[in-house]
Structure formats: structure tokens, C-alpha cells
């Protein structure tokens, strides 16, 4: 089992940043990909951006592309997602996730491991 708690949401203007984090325990950090998602109110879960074990290979949602980084440091067992140029729909519940392999993932039914998910509101 891996345990994935999130931290970093809450309330910015557009145009501002965030940096969510993402802790993993439970489990050797490298064996697993991890990827964040974010669900907006009536709207499906989507995929935001994926990382590789090793952080060599990255996958982004075309909403995000340039305004959004995700990174890992396996010594803190810990992801990350940097979020610049906030919008307004930006806007959602957003949650890491994580499976055992090495390359990256950008399906949800591919995670096996989700976290409670951290809230993110953009203001106008």
C-alpha cells in the first residue's frame, strides 16, 4: 500500500501561482509514476501531468503545457506540481496519484493510488 497525502491548494487570484505537493509513505518512492488529476465541480476527473520514476520523462494535459511543471524528489518521497499563470479554470479538486512501473501514465484507471485531493480555487 502507498499512502499519498496532498498539501499546497487553496485561494489565488488568476494570474498567480501555487505549488501543490504530494508526500508518498508506505512503499519505495522509485518504483512508482505518479500524476496528478483534478476534477471540477460537474465535470469528469482529467488529467493534469505525469512523471517517470527517475524524473526524465513528463506528460502534460494541452491545458497546462507551459504554465504547469511537475517534478519529484525521491529523497523526500515527495511530488510536486508547480502552477503558474493560475485561470479561473484552473479551478478543481486536484489529486496525486500514483502506480508501481517506469515509464509515465495518463489514464486514471491506470493509478492504483489516489490521495484526498486538495482543493484550488482561482479567482477572477
Known amino acids: 500500500q502507498v499512502q499519498l497525502v496532498e498539501s499546497g491548494g487553496g485561494l489565488v487570484q488568476a494570474g498567480g501561482s501555487l505549488r501543490l505537493s504530494c508526500v508518498a509513505s508506505?512503499?519505495?518512492?522509485?518504483?512508482?509514476?505518479m500524476g496528478w488529476f483534478r476534477q471540477a465541480p460537474g465535470k469528469e476527473r482529467e488529467f493534469v501531468a505525469a512523471?517517470?520514476?527517475?524524473?526524465?520523462?513528463?506528460d502534460y494535459a494541452d491545458s497546462v503545457k507551459g504554465r504547469f511543471t511537475i517534478s519529484r524528489d525521491n529523497v523526500r518521497s515527495t511530488v510536486y506540481l508547480q502552477m503558474n499563470s493560475l485561470k479561473t479554470g484552473d479551478t478543481a479538486v486536484y489529486y496525486c496519484?500514483?502506480?508501481?512501473?517506469?515509464?509515465?501514465?495518463?489514464?486514471?484507471?491506470?493509478?492504483?493510488?489516489w490521495g484526498q485531493g486538495t482543493h484550488i480555487t482561482v479567482s477572477s
Open positions: 508506505g512503499r519505495t518512492f522509485t518504483n512508482y509514476v
Open positions: 496519484a500514483a502506480r508501481v512501473g517506469s515509464y509515465y501514465y495518463t489514464r486514471g484507471s491506470d493509478y492504483n493510488y
Open positions: 512523471i517517470n520514476w527517475n524524473n526524465n520523462l513528463r
